[in-house]
């Protein structure tokens, strides 16, 4: 009897069909490739068959049409509505397939700020274009084939990087690096189903050992990759949505002292009153190319005033998601029980305590059986804060690896792919070392699912609602 199942083509329909809703393409859209505002250019962005038929209506110019013209090419002219002149631009011809999307792309570079682009824009989009969605544009150029869904995301990241560290791992990922080894992955996959399917048609019941022991080992080899992929998410979530660094410690310690002179400008209150900093209060700041979310917030402590209880709340919200605890006490004084508690249920590998006031004098020492790093300062007379810095920039650096070799950094979106794909080659696994027929079948499932689950990564599979969940955190425009 055999349980072989159909390898090739498990997925197609599915396939096939996510393809056709989405990208029928025989639309144009258009849309402001450039941020909205005052600024001294504008580009608008066309795409689709229409595209340089569109431009004829629009872009008046000397000599041939637009659509007249050869791919590549630039030309000087006017954008018009009718016999109105809108405005003095410049045209990009990119004839598909040598284009962002693939398809036929013009560009018109007009003047920046806020009216006078619209009016170019509502321009095109009367002359026939639909108005593009969120990343619509790099959403076709995936679905036509030019970058991988792993790719188009590291193309929003890299729009919205906020550190040179962020920028460069988003290009490393554009460039296909992390694409390769999810693609080593699914081959893997897909080799290991397809060897369990084929182990079927042997004639006894059981799989031979050599073959059992190569597949295992194969299996395991996977798992390994697939672990080591998920370890990288923790630098993947510091470069793209920077650290959470989030100071804390009881009232008047200089918490807000520290976010100032951290940021290098006045932004939280300072006060000799206890309780001033009531809600948290959040800024950005690159260190060593780091990009750090510092949020200052309010003196933890019990308080009978109901605004100043919301305000511990929300400290202590902020400090279940931080990354990094800067805690602060004032070493002027002797251990306080409150510090003490508190400092029990912070994560010591994720917390730098800091003393202050050293100018008042030094009497807080840290209990014994506390190994978190502390730092002594004074932050009004901006004494020793180097070695504060200095050890922000050691935990920064313990979390990256990036600059050492092969470098890599997953998303959640990853994450959570690979988790699920590496639950199903557990239960393969297991079934393996059963070895009977009929296990085996189900285990060959397992690994057509985990390869399933890994294509969704690459976008090697995908239906709609995981391309509008990719593509409706881009930009419209891009
Ligand atoms: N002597 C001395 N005073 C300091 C130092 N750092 C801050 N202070 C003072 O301590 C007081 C409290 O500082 P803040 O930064 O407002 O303290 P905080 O922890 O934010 O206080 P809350 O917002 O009330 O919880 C202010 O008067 C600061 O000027 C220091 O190093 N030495
Ligand atoms: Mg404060």
Redesign the pocket.
């Known amino acids: 009897m055999s349980f072989r199942m159909p390898l090739a083509g498990w997925r197609r329909e599915s396939i096939i069909s996510a393809r056709m809703n989405r990208s029928s393409h025989d639309d144009t859209i258009a849309a402001l490739a450039t941020a909205p505002g005052p600024a001294g250019l504008a580009v608008i962005r066309i795409s689709g068959p229409e595209s340089l038929a569109l431009a004829d209506r629009v872009f008046r110019c000397a000599g041939l049409k637009p659509s007249e013209r050869p791919t590549h090419t630039v030309v000087a002219g006017h954008v018009v509505a009718g016999h109105d002149v809108l405005d003095e631009a410049l045209l990009l011809i990119m004839r598909a397939p040598r284009s962002y999307t693939r398809e036929d792309v013009v560009e018109i570079q007009c003047h920046g700020g806020l009216i006078a682009s619209r009016r170019v824009l509502r321009c095109v989009l009367a002359a026939g274009a639909r108005p593009a969605e969120p990343g619509e544009f790099t959403c076709r150029a995936f679905l036509n084939g030019r970058l991988d869904l792993v790719q188009a995301e590291a193309v929003n990241d890299l729009i919205r990087a906020r550190s040179d560290r962020a920028a460069q791992a988003a290009v490393e990922q554009l460039e296909g690096r992390l694409s390769v080894r999810f693609n080593e992955i699914y081959d893997a996959l897909i080799g290991l189903a397809a060897d369990v399917a084929a182990a079927l048609d042997f004639p006894d019941d059981e799989l031979p050992p050599p073959v059992m022991a190569d597949v295992l080992q194969r299996s395991d080899r996977v798992k390994k990759d697939l672990l080591a992929l998920m370890a990288t998410w923790d630098e993947g979530h510091c470069l793209r949505d920077g650290l959470l660094v989030v100071i804390a410690?009881?009232?008047?310690?200089?918490?807000?002292?520290?976010m100032n002179t951290l940021l290098g400008k006045n932004r939280?209150?300072?006060?000799?009153?206890?309780?001033?900093?009531r809600d948290t209060i959040e800024e950005s700041l690159v260190l060593d190319g780091i990009q750090l979310v510092l949020v200052?917030t309010?003196?933890l402590r019990d308080s009978s005033c109901p605004i100043e209880r919301e305000g511990v709340r929300r400290a202590r919200q902020k400090l279940e998601k931080a990354d990094l605890y800067l805690y602060?006490v004032d070493a002027s004084q002797p251990q306080h029980p409150d510090d003490i508690k508190i400092l029990q249920n912070l994560p010591s590998g994720q917390c730098l305590v800091v003393g202050?006031?050293?100018?008042?004098g030094n009497k807080f020492e840290l209990p014994a059986d506390n190994n978190m790093p502390y730092v002594e300062?004074?932050?009004?007379?901006n004494i020793d804060l180097e070695s504060l810095i200095n050890k922000i920039k050691t935990f920064i650096s313990s979390k990256l690896t990036m600059g050492h070799g092969s470098f890599v950094a997953i998303s959640e979106r990853h994450r959570d792919l690979l988790f699920k794909a590496f639950e199903q080659i557990v239960k393969s696994n297991e079934l393996l070392k059963e070895g009977s027929e009929e296990v085996l079948v189900l285990a060959a499932g397992h690994l057509r699912e985990a390869a399933e689950i890994i294509g969704m990564v690459t976008g090697k599979e995908y239906h709609d609602e995981l391309l509008k969940s990719v593509f409706s955190k881009f930009c419209v425009g891009k």
């Open positions: 410690g009881r009232p008047n310690v200089g918490k807000s002292t520290l939280s209150i300072v006060s000799e009153i206890p309780g001033t900093t200052d309010a003196g602060i202050n006031k050293t100018d008042l300062l004074s932050l009004l007379y």
